[in-house]
C-alpha cells in the first residue's frame, strides 16, 4: 500500500506540471500527407521513411515506463528529417510535433548520431578491390578520364555563429561556415568525408590534416597498380581543384596563365568534366 501511494502521488504531481501538448500534425496530418506532400516535408518517399525506421529501429527505440509511453520510432525519426530538412527552430518543432523544446533537441541529436554511426558505414564507404575497379572503369567510361578513383572537393555549409571565436567561421564568401570535404564516385555517391574546420580554414589544410592524405602520403590509399598512358606508367588517383596541392596520388588540371598548349588546354577540359562530379553532388546534398 505504501509503495502504490507513493507512484499515486508522484503520477499526481507529474500530471501537475505536465503540459498537454497538441499532436494533431502528426497524428493526422502527416498521416494524411500525399506522396508529393509527404517528400515535400521530409525530403524522402514514404516507402523510404518506413526503411529508415527500421534500419535505425534498434539504436532509437525506449522503453516506456509506467509514468508515460515512450515517442515511437517513426516519430523519432520524423522530428530529426524534419529538421534536417526545414531547418525549423525547436519552437516550431515542438507545436507541431507536440512534444516539449528539450525533447526535440535531444531526439534530433539522438538521430544524427544514429545515422553516423549505423547508416555512415554502410552507405559511406572506401572503395575496395572490385568496388574500386568499378569506379576507375566508370570514371573511363562515363568521363572519359583514366585511373581515377574519385573527386575531391570542399563545400561550405552555413551556420549560426558561435559566440566564442565566430571570427574563425567566416569564410572568404562573406558568411559563417564549417567545412565538408566530400569524395565522390562517378555516380555523384559520396565515398568519404571529413568536416568540422572553420570556414576561414583553406582546403589545402582540411585535406592535410584529414585520414586520406595520412593514407595516402603511407602508399595505403590505392593499391600499387599503375596503367601505362602514352609511355607514361600512371597510378590510381583522385582528382581535385587548384586549391589542392599536386601529389602522385591526386592531380589537378594546369593553371590558366593564358599561355596553355592546345594539349593542356585539352587536359584541363577532361579534367573539370571528370571533376565536376563532386560539385554535381555538393549541389543535390544541398538541393535535398
Known amino acids: 500500500m505504501a509503495l502504490f501511494g507513493a507512484v499515486a502521488a508522484t503520477s499526481v504531481q507529474r500530471y501537475i506540471w505536465t503540459r498537454s501538448r497538441n499532436q494533431e500534425w502528426w497524428d493526422w496530418d502527416v498521416r494524411g500527407f500525399t506522396d508529393t506532400e509527404f517528400i515535400h516535408n521530409f525530403r524522402m518517399s514514404r516507402q523510404t521513411f518506413e526503411y529508415l525506421c ?21 516519430k523519432r525519426v520524423g522530428i530529426g528529417l524534419y529538421w534536417l530538412a526545414t531547418g525549423a527552430c525547436y519552437r516550431t518543432m515542438s507545436n507541431l510535433f507536440g512534444v516539449a523544446k528539450s525533447t526535440v533537441c535531444s531526439i534530433v541529436h539522438e538521430f544524427c548520431f544514429a545515422v553516423r554511426y549505423v547508416l555512415m558505414p554502410e552507405y559511406i564507404k572506401w572503395p575496395r578491390g572490385d568496388d574500386l575497379i568499378q569506379v576507375i572503369e566508370g570514371f573511363r567510361q562515363r568521363w572519359g578520364f583514366p585511373q581515377c578513383a574519385g573527386a ?84 590510381v588517383m583522385l582528382l581535385g581543384d587548384l586549391a589542392y596541392p599536386l601529389r602522385s596520388w591526386l592531380l589537378k588540371g594546369y593553371a590558366d ?32
Open 152 to 235: 575531391i572537393d570542399g563545400s561550405h555549409i552555413p551556420i549560426t555563429a558561435p559566440e566564442d571565436n565566430h571570427c574563425d567561421y567566416f569564410n572568404r564568401k562573406g558568411w559563417h561556415s564549417v567545412i565538408l570535404q566530400g569524395v565522390v564516385d562517378h555516380q555523384f555517391c559520396f565515398t568519404n568525408i571529413y568536416t568540422g574546420w572553420t570556414g576561414s580554414v583553406h582546403d589545402a589544410r582540411v585535406l592535410k590534416n584529414s585520414e586520406i592524405y595520412t593514407m595516402a602520403e603511407r602508399g595505403e590509399l590505392f593499391p600499387p597498380v599503375t596503367e601505362e598512358i602514352m609511355g607514361v606508367e600512371v597510378p
Open 54 to 74: 527500421q534500419l535505425l529501429s534498434a539504436r532509437m527505440v525506449r522503453q516506456d515506463t509506467h509514468l508515460r509511453q515512450s515517442i515511437p520510432v517513426s
Open 257 to 288: 596563365t593564358g599561355t596553355l598548349t592546345e594539349e593542356q588546354q585539352y587536359f584541363n577540359q577532361r579534367h573539370s568534366r571528370a571533376r565536376m562530379t563532386v560539385e554535381c553532388a555538393f549541389g543535390r546534398l544541398k538541393g535535398r
